[in-house]
């Protein structure tokens, strides 16, 4: 046969772990006694969490999306010390987050996750538009999904549909994102409590600084810290406090001698 010869490989996404690794002392420390899962898929515990491929299963089923339907198949025996996970990407969606509360799912053919008023799921359209924004509520059985309609999503009688209007054993799904999704969630928020405890304030004194540097300067290389080149950025919030940010910012950028419209 013409592909007798080819050798199948492990199913991966962007998500998944490189070789290369970032040395430990550039990353944010998080505390925790657990050991941290640093590979494969792990269940969502947070709305955060929910980035990226997404493995949705409930009842010893998963989530399939095919280009001409939307249902749940058996998930497959796993062998002793085998990974848990999908076998096809058909069995993924890709989620992507709107706002702290609403998320969509595009699937593998880049069509979006939708259910109408009806409560007929479909995934056809290249674009999403409001049946296609769904809010995850996440419960400690697992997480529910909530249509523009103010239905749930539920399986009834081993198919999906999205009209039920409370949140109960049918309505309730595992859901599984890549480990490095989880770990990139809770350095971002160990390094944001860092940032609150330091009285830094993020936006115009954080990450507003550099995003101008970006805008009007030759950036160089992005591991540059303004704050370490030139004074504490305390000095920011300082000067935000006393109504003169703009006049710092402007002091600033000139000492970089790199900014074309501050010379």
Known sequence: ?????????????????????????????????????????????EIDQLHGPTFITCDDHHLVITPTSISLSPLPPRAKGSEFG????????????????????KSAASHYLSADKYGVLTCESQTYSEPSIF??????????????????????????RADADTIGFHETFKVYTQAQVVIEHKRKAAAERVESSSGITPGITGDGEIQRVKKFQSWGT?????GDRFGDRKKLKRAED?????????????????????K
């Open 135 to 160: 809010q995850p509520v996440v419960t400690p059985a697992g997480v529910a999904f909530k249509t523009a309609f103010e239905k749930f999503i539920s399986v009834d009688k081993g198919k999906l």
């Open 242 to 262: 006393e109504g003169r940010l703009g006049e710092e910012l402007l002091e600033r950028r000139s000492k970089l001698k790199s900014d074309r419209y501050c």
């Open 86 to 105: 999908p076998t096809g990407v058909d069995q993924v969606v890709v989620g992507r987050q709107l706002s702290k509360t609403e998320i969509v799912f």
């Open 1 to 45: 046969m013409e592909y007798s010869n080819v050798r199948p490989s492990k199913l991966s996404f962007k998500k998944s772990k490189s070789k290369k690794k970032r040395k430990a002392e550039d990353l944010p420390k998080i505390e925790d006694d657990t050991p941290e899962q640093t590979e494969g898929w792990i269940e969502v515990t």
């Open 222 to 226: 992005k591991t540059d810290s303004l």
